[in-house]
């Protein structure tokens, strides 16, 4: 039995490596990501397991209401503007498809939001239904259970029986065949993605991760190819995103399998639901009571108190006698975006991002943080997120810093265990299965503390979460 914290962080990385979900090689020859890894898992308490796993209702909740009210804007029950900010920027096409009576009531078939851990507790900064991440959480939570850590959301049985049962959900059928289609735009994923199927085919789960350019059309559905045989598809794993619709092979054909009820797909084609800008119009005082009403009063207030403030960055004119509600600086409220553009950089505590709709929008790639750049790169920033609308939205966001916590991990140099003081971000996973949200599994991404973004970079610690 491995018992040194160094020889327990190689043996990981060698495990990773073989599942190609792991590099030793250099920038250059990468095949796969790498960072730091850690002899042990990131602990919860009791307290915060419990908090994971009620909020998965409070985010499917939040998900059912966007897309109800989003139908009640198109029918003009509700102000028209909710479902025009939603479509702003999208093709005509689209829309219309994505209004399809067909799928009217499909919702994506994970979530998982980006919580940050702060000193008054946790923040969601985003949701995320097209995420990455959970192939890669589920072979970590194999290997440190191995390690007799009980991790959290092993007890339902872990990712992968998550994903296979949320297909059957979506299908309505047992023992479908599902496809995983991962775009070339998504390629740092495929590694994930096929060591995910290729665990469920190996227990008896007919998943396949497949490019878009192995589907082939027939008029009663989607096939591919397995040993010289064609193997109809029942559910797609759409892993791609709308914004690069154009560059999928055979997207066409897809949706219109869809259309025609051959295949079912999940996450829908519906961008008005990855659109980051729904937590603003989550926080437009003039919408409360319809969100209040719709949510109910217990998840209405949840998500209150953990989704920050966040506002819409519309160029457009406003009135003399009117504010951007909820927006003060310097204890005035702001009547004109460019009063943000002076601030110094301890007033900059903002982000600005792309919403959606672009590659931008997606791994951190859009973010800029107000305090952790110049003022010119501030500025140009605002400036350039406002000239694109409405065509390209983006959004500002209340920065909520990150508590410092203590992480070790192998340092590959000395071949010794160090420790850092960081910052990190929670990624819970939720299934929908049978029409609720299954808590599978939670990662952890943790950041050398000066770093102001959170994600998978080279100098960050991963690890999935487990009970104390």
Partial sequence: MITKP?????????????????????????????????????????????????????????????????????????????AQYLDAGKPDDLVTYSRMKRIRGDLPGIIRPDIMVTEKGFSITELDSVPGGFGLTARLMDLYSSMD????????????????????????????VVAIIVSDEANDYWGEMSSLAQHLNDNGFPVFALRPQELIFREE?????????????????????????????????????CKKGRVKITPPFKPYLEEKLAFSLFKHPVLTSLWEKALGRETFSTLSHLIPETWILDSREIPEYAVIPG????????????????????????????????????????????????????????????????????????????????VRYRDSFTDSIVEM???VRLTPYYFLIDGSARLTGILATLCPHDKKKIHGMSDAVLIPCARK
């Fill in 6 to 82: 160094e020889d327990i962080c190689l043996e990981i990385e060698s495990s990773l490596v073989q599942s190609n979900l792991f590099s030793k090689a250099t920038e250059a020859e990468k095949v796969a990501p790498s960072w730091r890894v850690s002899p042990e898992p990131y602990y919860l308490s009791s307290k915060e397991i419990f908090f994971f796993e009620d909020l998965g209702c409070h985010l499917l909740k939040f998900y059912t209401v966007l897309n109800s009210l989003y139908a009640d804007s198109v029918k003009g029950k509700i102000p028209s503007w909710f």
């Fill in 421 to 423: 003081e960081s910052r």
């Fill in 221 to 257: 559905g989607l096939f591919f190819k397995k040993n010289n045989n064609e193997v109809k598809i029942d559910v797609l794993y759409r892993f791609f995103e709308l914004f690069d619709l154009k560059n999928i092979p055979k997207a066409e054909l897809i949706m219109y399998s």
């Fill in 149 to 176: 850590e009980m991790m959290v959301g092993m007890s339902e049985g872990g990712i992968p029986e998550a994903f296979y049962k949320m297909a059957e959900s979506v299908s309505g059928e047992k023992s479908c």
């Fill in 327 to 406: 927006l003060d600086i310097r204890g005035k409220q702001v009547q004109n975006w460019k009063e943000l553009i002076p601030l110094t950089q301890k007033e900059r505590e903002l982000v600005i991002k792309p919403s959606g709709f672009s590659p931008e929008s997606w791994g951190s790639r859009g973010v800029v943080i107000g305090h952790d750049v110049s003022a010119e790169v501030w500025k140009k920033t605002l400036e350039d997120s406002l000239a694109k609308f409405p065509e390209g939205s983006s959004v500002l966001q209340i920065f909520h810093k990150g508590r410092r916590v203590r």
